[in-house]
């Protein structure tokens, strides 16, 4: 596996690569689990050479959020990237992607107003910059996204699709612990009792799913089932729990069966967490 800093020497060994190989790239922001290595692999089947970031983007994290504090782990993620097959690991500096006169951005206007974006107004904006840097440099045939990150993977794909971007955005299923709890880098903040609360959102998420197995199809109904099973858990805050199609993220009245969003966020101490289905 080689390890890049640099973004020209990235640019022009993905330049070289394209001439008959194709790229898979998955752009991550490091502290590696088993939902981004899921992607690594993925891209490693489907590719000649796979290509890894590692960047925690300043531009996504607003003021008091999390961005000093996030875990990194440099070593281990280079372990863990090679053995899933990552081909070059890309680790750019904060200088080399935002010199100090950087002063474009892309910003995707309507799908960003609500669920995450109502909650963190800066945070598409800094996502959407950072990959369509991203692509400029790695120059990927396709690149892979989590269904974690539900608006996200639907953000990037209209931002692909309204600027011609040359790439095929493939969304990945959902990694998750034992009891359920959706693998994340955030995870590491909860505490013992904290973790076992955390839970509570793959709980309601379930109960969700059953009620519209058996019939709920009313939102209102649905979202007040979870409210009542998170607030059940200790330490656990809501910020949102919200029901959406998944094309444009309209709210819904009534499950539309295939083009539905069920996600939340929900505070278990400090951390906050998300999760979601596609039903
Ligand atoms: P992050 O490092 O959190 O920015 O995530 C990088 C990529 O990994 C994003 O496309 C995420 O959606 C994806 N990802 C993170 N956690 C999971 C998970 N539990 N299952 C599947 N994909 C994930």
Redesign the pocket.
């Known amino acids: 596996m080689k390890i890049v800093e640099d973004v020209k020497e990235m640019q022009k060994l993905s330049k070289d690569l394209k001439r008959d190989k194709t790229i898979g790239f998955v752009?991550?922001?490091?502290f590696l689990h088993e939902?981004?290595l899921?992607?690594a692999r993925k891209a490693k089947e489907q590719n000649d050479i796979v290509v890894m970031s590692v960047f925690v983007n300043p531009l996504q994290f607003a003021e008091g959020e999390d961005f000093d504090t996030y875990p990194r782990d440099r070593k281990r993620d280079e372990e863990l990237a090679e053995k899933a097959g990552v081909d070059i690991l890309f680790f750019p500096s904060e200088e080399d992607m935002y010199p100090e006169d950087f002063q474009t951005h892309v910003n995707v206007e309507k799908l960003t107003q609500v669920l995450e974006g109502a909650s963190r107004p800066l945070f598409f904006k800094g996502v959407t910059t950072v990959v369509c840097k991203l692509f400029n440099i790695v120059k990927p045939d396709r690149a892979y996204?989590?269904?974690?990150?539900a608006q996200?993977l639907i953000v990037v794909k209209k931002m692909v699709e309204d600027l011609n971007m040359d790439v095929e955005i493939v969304p990945?299923?959902?990694?998750?612990e034992q009891d359920g709890l959706?693998?994340?880098?955030r995870n590491r903040y909860l505490n013992e009792e904290e973790r076992k609360s955390a839970v509570c959102l793959y709980k309601a998420l379930k109960k969700a799913r059953q009620m519209v197995e058996k019939g709920t199809l009313d939102t209102k109904t649905i979202i007040q089932n979870m409210e009542k099973i998170i607030s059940s858990y200790p330490f656990t805050r809501i910020d949102y729990i919200s029901i959406n199609r998944t094309d444009d993220l309209k709210p819904l009245k009534h499950i539309e069966t295939g083009k539905t969003l069920i996600s939340l966020a929900v505070f278990v101490g400090k951390t906050r967490l998300i999760d979601n289905i596609w039903m």
């Open positions: 752009p991550t922001m490091g939902g981004h899921s992607l996204f989590g269904r974690k990150d996200q990945m299923p959902i990694v998750r959706a693998t994340s880098s």
